[in-house]
């Protein structure tokens, strides 16, 4: 089940605060490039990413498997010209094929199972235009993020209240991350629990081999350096059929 800050109406609303536009987006957008683009944005959440590919003319095509977070996305400004899907990532099927498909925000890693994993890829396969690609990023499992996350504090104000969000590790077992955020209102608090999968990169890329598909680069940031296993936090996986 997809967390309590994507599911909660209230959470969904503050989202953004802490998830605004980055550099990481500056990336994905200009992947695009010349001409309109049929564009397959998985896990798309409050549609940011989707309202700057439509904003630019591309076919956009937003899929969530959460209600509260879509409800924000078909508000935004440019909210009646996306296509808008509630599915989770692995059972989106779709007529359309596209020139490219992006998971963006690390979504990759909320699928535990091996079995999520194939279906996914494998749906993005077959979704996929002759000569397009997939891109998405998953964290560098090298990093210690558990030390990096746990007992994080961070402050939003939202139409004159503060909400404090702070984080705390649960568990780390073989490549899996627990933690729980819990967002402080000034009437209630809110405890979102997840679980994240931390894949090598040699893992990946056999995952990537088995559903048919193949890794032209791995980068290491969004500047679009290489991936460096002792020294980059991200590994973005540009892919295309094998």
Same mark, same amino acid.
């Given at each position: 089940m997809p967390d309590l800050?994507?599911?909660?109406p209230r959470l969904a609303a503050i989202y953004d605060l802490g998830n605004g536009w980055s550099e990481d987006r500056d990336f994905y957008l200009r992947l695009a490039g010349e001409g309109q683009k049929r564009i397959l944005d998985l896990g798309c959440g409050t549609g940011v990413l989707s309202h700057a590919y439509a904003a630019l003319g591309h076919v956009v095509t937003g899929v969530d498997p959460c209600l509260p977070m879509l409800?924000?996305?078909?508000?935004?400004?440019?909210?009646?010209?996306i296509c808008w899907i509630r599915s989770f990532?692995?059972?989106? $099927?779709? @007529?359309?094929?596209?020139? &490219?498909i992006v998971m963006t925000g690390h979504a990759f890693q909320v699928l535990l *199972?091996?079995?999520?994993?194939a279906a996914t890829l494998a749906m993005m396969r077959d979704h996929l235009a002759d000569d397009g690609r997939i891109v998405f990023e998953t964290r560098n499992p090298a990093v210690?993020?558990?030390g990096r996350w746990d007992g994080g504090v961070r402050?939003?104000?939202?139409?004159?209240?503060?909400?404090r969000e702070t984080r705390a590790v649960i568990s780390k077992e073989a490549d899996r991350l627990r933690f729980e955020t819990r967002y402080d209102f000034p009437d209630e608090a809110l405890v979102s629990v997840s679980e994240?999968?931390?894949?090598? $990169?040699? @893992?990946m890329e056999s995952? &990537?081999?088995?559903?048919?598909?193949?890794?032209?680069?791995?980068?290491? *940031?969004?500047?679009?350096?290489?991936?460096?296993p002792a020294t980059s936090d991200e590994m973005i996986f540009v892919i295309r059929r094998a």
């Open positions: 800050h994507y599911e909660h409800d924000v996305a078909r508000r935004g400004a440019n909210g009646d010209r990532a692995e059972a989106f $099927r779709s @007529d359309t094929r596209f020139d &490219l *199972d091996d079995a999520d994993i210690d993020w558990g402050d939003y104000v939202s139409e004159g209240i503060t909400i994240l999968r931390f894949l090598s $990169r040699e @893992d995952r &990537l081999a088995l559903a048919g598909l193949c890794a032209e680069q791995v980068l290491g *940031d969004w500047r679009g350096g290489p991936f460096d």
